[in-house]
């Protein structure tokens, strides 16, 4: 079946250290591909996103994400994590770029962070 | 902000009680989503509009419906609230660059 799987369900990183979150999907085609982070009770809010071109994007926070078509991967990154950074991360798909898809994303299960001082 | 509101923000409810939530955007967006969102299952779509009247279901469709009467509400209906739709509710629109942007999120409690 179609899907997005984030392995990590929760990640424990010290402040300063550096983060890597694993997303794949394993759709055919390339989809779009979405990270947003949400703060306990608040919001989804989007990281950074990749339609197409430089496979390497920035985002906001700091964070930067790859698209490796080989390995049907989006990992996102961040060099020094703050401890502001502990949320829930989400990888979302929306599978048919550019088809009839309405836009839909499908989502990984999501990733805890924890920031240790 | 994509400037979208839902009401209510909380809602506790007893089972069999018909529940109905709303979202608002502002900017006059086509397209419309409701997900729900539960630990370990990120979030899950229910149903969505692509214009005035015009809606499709979505994963989880299942004990839902909606409504869109006008391009900036999106509202949805629980007919008869189960427990197993205690969950988080999470409105969102698409922006003209296939982006979505989410709503602060309803929190739905059923008894």
């Known amino acids: 079946a179609q899907s997005v799987t984030q392995p990590d369900i929760h990640i424990t990183v010290s402040e300063g250290a550096s983060l890597e979150l694993r997303c794949n999907y394993s759709?055919?085609?390339?989809?779009?591909l979405f990270w947003y982070v949400q703060s306990p009770g608040q919001g989804l809010q989007l990281l950074l996103k990749?339609?197409?071109?430089?496979?390497l994007v920035q985002g906001i926070k700091g964070f930067e994400a790859e698209f490796k078509r080989s390995q049907s991967s989006f990992n996102l990154r961040k060099p020094s994590v703050h401890w502001s950074d502990a949320a829930e991360y989400f990888c979302?798909?929306?599978?048919?770029?550019?088809?009839?898809?309405?836009?839909?994303?499908?989502f990984g299960q999501g990733t805890i962070l924890t920031v240790h001082p | 902000d994509a400037g979208i509101t839902q009401s209510p923000r909380h809602k506790v409810t007893e089972t069999g009680t018909p529940v109905t939530l709303r979202c608002h955007q502002t900017?006059?967006?086509?397209?419309m989503y409701w997900y729900r969102q539960d630990p370990g299952h990120g979030l899950r779509l229910i149903h969505y509009?692509?214009?005035?009247?015009?809606?499709d279901k979505g994963e989880v469709s299942d004990g839902y419906s909606v409504s869109r009467s006008k391009t900036e509400d999106f509202l949805l209906t629980l007919e008869s609230a189960t427990s197993s739709q205690t969950s988080v509710y999470f409105c969102?629109?698409?922006?003209?660059?296939?982006?979505?942007?989410f709503g602060p999120g309803t929190r739905l409690t059923v008894l």
């Open positions: 979302a798909v929306v599978p048919n770029a550019g088809g009839t898809s309405y836009g839909k994303l499908t």
């Open positions: 759709y055919g085609a390339t989809p779009y």
């Open positions: 990749y339609f197409s071109g430089d496979t």
């Open positions: 900017e006059n967006h086509r397209y």
């Open positions: 509009s692509y214009g005035v009247k015009d809606t």
């Open positions: 969102a629109i698409k922006g003209v660059t296939d982006t979505q942007y």
